[in-house]
């Protein structure tokens, strides 16, 4: 069993820049793929970003490829995600995800969330 506790995230202006964190518990969490989530009011959760078990591997949503750095430290049990250029368009609750499966897009794929934090961009 893992819990995953997200944190980093509030309020910022356009072109602005926030690191979200996602610590897990378990000395397991280095046999975790990790990914990132976003849920905007009213609309499905999409995929940001997911990282492998060793993180060498790094996939990302085209929406945010080149402003988004998703990264993990195994030593500290955790997960992070730099955002810049941050647009208005992405704000949404993040959530972070652990599998034990490889990292896929597909959230359905992961086995453990954490509860989200808000992130609202700011025009």
């Known amino acids: 069993q893992v819990q995953l506790v997200e944190s980093g995230g509030g309020l910022v202006q356009a072109g602005g820049s926030l690191r979200l964190s996602c610590a897990a518990s378990g000395r397991t969490f280095s046999r975790y793929a990790m990914g990132w989530f976003r849920q905007a009011p009213g609309k499905e959760r999409d995929f940001v970003a997911a990282i492998n078990w060793s993180g060498v591997s790094k996939y990302y949503a085209d929406s945010v490829k080149g402003r988004f750095t998703i990264s993990r430290d195994n030593a500290k049990n955790t997960v992070y995600l730099q955002m810049s250029s941050l647009k208005p368009e992405d704000t949404a609750v993040y959530y972070c995800?652990?599998?034990?499966?490889?990292?896929?897009?597909?959230?359905?794929?992961?086995?453990?969330w954490g509860q989200g934090t808000q992130v609202t961009v700011s025009s």
């Open positions: 995800a652990g599998t034990t499966g490889l990292g896929t897009r597909d959230s359905s794929g992961y086995d453990y």
